[in-house]
């Protein structure tokens, strides 16, 4: 008879049911009754576990009554089986259905082995162990990752091509081109809040005209860095670790390796170039956008001419100031490129393991924008 | 023996990805109990197919009906119903990378049963122990190796006893000796859970050794050329097509014992 396990059971389905029969001394069967499914409630094992005391010696089944099955009942008759074993009660299983003694069967046939057991619980001293060990390895990793770009760019200088010439212009059309419509937008936003905190105050010296000193300096300075930095951190080095991540995931960087060619110098060194390459260039765009930004302030609100105004922002800003803030921006671009890659490339083989990556290439890149902002400023105005 | 009964009914199937037409009037049947094979060379559209009678993807033309039901005539609700009874293993796996195999299994069951823990833990463990990974619970998809990967999919696949199986290539990847475990242990589910099977595979042992009915995809006639059992297709088919691919080029009409 073909059982037919899987049409859910309609409403009108027997509960599944099971009683004990003692047919002779040391003898007990188990005759099953009802639908044993996924959606049935089955009886609780325990007064049958209980029944398997020394009094038996053998073990019945009878599946007459039996009218669907799936594995809830497998795993019921599994419980008992065991039981069973450890009392060294002799189990006839002849009365089961044939599907469910093949099933029973093949699960337990011998099974891999088991090559190691994950961690479990550890006490607070291991984990403390691991952490450090695992902070040592981090900055291992980080040197060894450092020393492989250099020798990719050493490469690079001897005349190799360590990567596709057509990627890097992907990379450098996508974190330049590609982010000019955010950083206008961001870049004007901060000139016109610059310039309107400035107003306020200046306004009451009637020294509005100084507004675009304040503008000007603060953009080239700081801002036009920075806040490109900001974002090509969100939008470039996210997407470089995410893609580096997923493919860690499913082993292209591993077939890269074996085929000798270095994943640092074909995947690294191109996105890493194209952003301090870029960034720069979307910093200088970011200062000319935050200074119109305020113009439109200086204009509206401080009644003064748009000529005026941007010739004002011009006077105040040296060329070295307006090199320094290409230098930090040139600096994040490199850090940006840097954190996103390597948190690719040290990304474990999951999804979950690629997300955390992302995260992580966000929050070390604007950790590392602001560090080392602070620093080059300390450095040149000591 | 009762008369077969009709499980899936492809009907006038034209499958498309966008303008571009992969395969088109497909007609065939799969009955119940069924060990169906789609056969074809790379590239004919054998993935595809599957992913149409699973509900991944819409026909561009004709339907599925699962017993008398038109799948893609019913409203959402009503398909995933039916998808709910199928159980898939995919291509590659697709093990959900950031849970145990444990939690792989058991996700389907917590979603669609009101079992307690503890019942789903002991269905977990069975299902690891039908697929001979037993005590692999805790382990990660990263972990294993890929015939074990290939097994825990099955695993999960048959997490919810399902009336229909759908495998993709099942055995791609494996060495020959685990690829014919796999087949038995295919077999075996199949004959225990009574469930209609429909794998993609090209693997000729496979295909004589558990076939009992299969339809050949052809990518040059952008159609299906035959359908029905494997073996009495190598004896009967008159297509130089289907049995070239049947005897792998060697034309002759005999099956090769494996
Ligand atoms: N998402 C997709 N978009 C466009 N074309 C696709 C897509 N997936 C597959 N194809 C094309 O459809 C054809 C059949 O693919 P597939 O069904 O995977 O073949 P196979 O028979 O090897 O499983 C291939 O030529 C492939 O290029
Ligand atoms: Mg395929």
């Given amino acids: ?382 | 023996m009762t008369p077969p009964a009709p499980a899936i009914t492809v009907k006038g199937l034209t499958m498309a990805y966008g303008s571009y037409v992969l395969q088109r009037d497909l007609d065939f049947t799969i009955n119940r109990g069924d060990i169906f094979v789609i056969m074809g060379g790379s590239g004919c559209g054998k993935s595809t197919l599957l992913r149409h009678m699973i509900g991944l993807k819409q026909p561009a033309q004709g339907t599925v009906c699962y017993g008398k039901a038109d799948f893609w005539a019913l409203n959402e609700d009503e398909r995933a119903t039916i998808i709910r009874r199928a159980g898939v293993l995919y291509q590659s796996g697709a093990l959900w990378s950031s849970m145990t195999l444990a939690e792989n299994v058991a996700l389907p069951l917590q979603h669609y049963t009101e079992l307690s823990p503890e019942v789903i833990a002991d269905l977990v463990a069975f299902k690891l122990s039908l697929v001979g990974l037993a005590g692999f619970e805790a382990f990660y998809p990263s972990e294993l190796s890929g015939g074990m990967r290939k097994r825990a999919a099955l695993a999960r696949a048959i997490a919810l006893d399902p009336d229909f199986l759908f495998f993709d290539e099942p055995s791609a990847g494996l060495d020959p000796i685990s690829a014919r475990n796999l087949d038995q242990l295919i077999l075996e589910l199949r004959e225990s859970l009574g469930a209609t099977v429909v794998i993609v595979t090209h693997e000729l042992a496979s295909i004589y050794a558990i076939a009992t009915n299969s339809v050949f995809l052809d990518s040059e006639a952008k159609t299906m050329l035959a359908t029905g059992n494997p073996k009495l297709l190598l004896r009967e088919c008159a297509d130089p097509t289907v049995l070239n691919f049947l005897t792998r080029g060697t034309g002759q009409r005999e099956v090769r014992t494996v």
């Fill in chain 1, 1 to 382: 008879m073909q059982q037919e396990p899987h049409l859910s059971p309609d409403t009108g389905a027997q509960p599944p049911v099971f009683t004990l029969m003692r047919p002779g001394p040391g003898d007990l069967t188990v005759a099953l009754t009802g639908s044993w499914t996924l959606h049935g409630h089955p009886p609780d094992p325990t007064n049958l576990l209980a029944a398997l005391d020394q009094t038996v010696r053998r073990l019945y089944f009878t599946s007459d009554g039996l009218t669907h099955w799936d594995t809830r009942l497998l795993i019921f008759l599994t419980a008992i089986l065991d039981t069973a074993g450890q009392r060294q009660i002799v189990v006839d299983r002849a009365g089961l259905p044939p599907g469910v003694r093949r099933l029973l069967t093949l699960s337990e046939a011998v099974p891999e082995q088991v090559t190691y057991s994950p961690t479990g619980r550890e006490l607070l001293a291991t984990r403390v162990g691991r952490a450090v060990l695992a902070l040592v390895e981090q900055g291992r990793e980080v040197a060894t990752f450092t020393g492989e770009i250099l020798l990719a760019i050493l490469a690079l200088l001897a005349g190799k091509k360590p990567f596709k010439a057509q990627d890097f212009w992907y990379f450098i059309q996508n974190c330049g081109i590609g982010s000019l419509p955010i950083v206008s937008l961001i870049a004007a936003l901060v000139g016109v809040i610059l310039s309107f905190v400035g107003a306020v105050q200046l306004q009451m010296f009637g020294a509005q005209i100084y507004v675009a000193n304040l503008v000007g300096l603060g953009m080239v300075l700081e801002m036009g860095a920075l806040m490109s930095g900001v974002i090509i951190a969100g939008r470039i080095g996210a997407s470089y670790a995410a893609q580096l991540g997923t493919m860690q995931v499913n082993e292209e960087i591993d077939a890269l390796r074996t085929m000798g060619i270095s994943p640092v110098g074909f995947l690294v060194l191109p996105r890493i170039l194209a952003l301090m390459l870029m960034l720069p260039l979307l910093c200088v765009y970011a200062d000319i956008m935050g200074i119109l930004g305020g113009s439109v302030i200086g204009v509206t609100m401080l009644d003064l001419s748009l000529v005026e105004f941007l010739e004002q922002a011009r006077k105040s800003i040296q060329l070295s100031q307006f090199g320094q803030g290409i230098l930090k921006a040139s600096v994040f671009g490199v850090l940006i490129g840097f954190a996103g890659c390597l948190r690719g490339m040290q990304c474990g083989r999951s999804a979950l393991a690629v997300g955390e990556a992302t995260t992580s290439a966000v929050v070390t890149s604007i950790v590392l924008i602001v560090v080392s902002d602070s620093f080059i400023t300390y450095l040149l105005y000591r």
